[in-house]
């Protein structure tokens, strides 16, 4: 596993349509990998492929541990391969954003509250899953970056961004005061 270099806002990748994945060789399962290992370093909760300059529709997502009475799911690594939204609750619900591409800003942002998301795994096989609140959250983050789209797209009026003065350096803040970094 390697920490692979983050893409940062103004890299053509970040704003390209990213590309189906059809083979589920090696390099995608050292491509999940990486991501995993620099969005953990990185202390995010999600990252998607061309954040690390690939143009693949591949998606990671690891809630911390500590989070898990809230979400079960928390602390499993989950990998989506050509993610699709298929269903979308028509509540929204406004939460705060930041990405591991933005650094040093986060913003408010407007999401589905739950979504039925279908992917593949990394090994091809077919899943569903429904999600809520902040998986929820994460997920359409990093679909979103898929389709070039970053949250400071949906952000409302420019007083719904601001700067932070730190950087996330431990796994609770990866969730700065709820703010899901991905
Ligand atoms: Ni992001």
């Known amino acids: ?73 928390s602390g499993k690594p989950l990998v989506f391969i050509n993610p699709e939204i298929i269903k979308s609750s028509r509540e929204e619900v406004s939460g705060e954003e930041g990405c591991l591409s933005i650094p040093g800003y986060v913003g408010e942002v407007w999401r589905s509250k739950w979504i039925v998301v279908r992917a593949l795994d990394k090994n091809g096989k077919k899943f569903r899953l429904k999600a809520k609140d902040l998986l929820a959250r994460v997920i359409q983050h990093e679909i979103d970056h898929l389709h070039g789209v970053l949250y400071i797209d949906r952000i409302e009026s420019p007083d719904k961004l601001w700067k932070v003065d730190r950087e996330a350096k431990t796994e609770r803040e990866g969730i700065l005061e709820n703010v899901a970094l991905a």
């Open 1 to 73: 596993m390697a920490v692979r270099p983050i893409a940062l806002i103004g890299a053509p990748v970040l704003r390209e349509k990213a590309k189906k994945v059809h083979s589920f060789d090696d390099d995608l399962q050292v491509l999940a990998e990486d991501m995993l290992e620099t969005m953990r370093q990185a202390y995010g909760i999600g990252l998607a492929a061309p954040q690390v300059s690939v143009s693949k529709q591949v998606i990671v997502v690891e809630l911390p541990e500590e989070y898990k009475e809230v979400e079960p799911l």
